[in-house]
């Protein structure tokens, strides 16, 4: 079963060591050939940052992504994974979109109360189901609770890449948090 297993994966990295290097010669086809392999995966980073309804956004961001990729393909070392690396990038399209389409940058600071949501609730919900609803968050606000929570970034990260005071990023998250626990127990 292990032999399988590294025959897999030693094909999987020829594979993809000649599309990279296809991608460095500029070849569309290797372009192409990357880009179908890694879309399902790179689309739904994207798609945790834009909203359900705006699938024409989450398609121009991750093209704008991949456009950086082709274009920085020389750059990428092959130290550590590659898919990672397109996911770097891919994530920092995101945050550039979010930036760039800010409607404002208020300095508002709030104080920020750890609100408990019904954990019964929340852990009977599918991945799929709690995405949809961190989904309708509005855009800034759903921006940094993807930043926050699931990335990882503190909120001075979150600031430095989107422009914004510490004190705005902790509200967009305690807005978010508010909402979604609004949303949790409204599906009772």
Known sequence: MNTALSYIESNFDEELSTLISGCREGRRDAQEKLYKKLYPKMMS???RYTNQYQ????EEILNNSFLKVFKKIDSYKYEGSFEGWVRRIVVNSVYDYVRQ???????VVFVEKDEVINT?????????ELMKLVQQLPDNTRAVF??????GLSHKEIC???????GTSKWH????RKTLKQKIENLK
């Open 45 to 47: 980073v994207v798609k």
């Open 55 to 58: 699938y024409h956004i989450a």
């Open 146 to 151: 993807n930043m926050f929570v699931i990335e």
């Open 173 to 176: 998250l305690f807005e978010a």
């Open 101 to 107: 389409n800010t409607k404002y940058m208020e300095k």
């Open 160 to 166: 430095e890449m989107l422009h914004i005071s510490e």
């Open 120 to 128: 019964d609730l929340a852990s009977k919900m599918r991945y799929d």
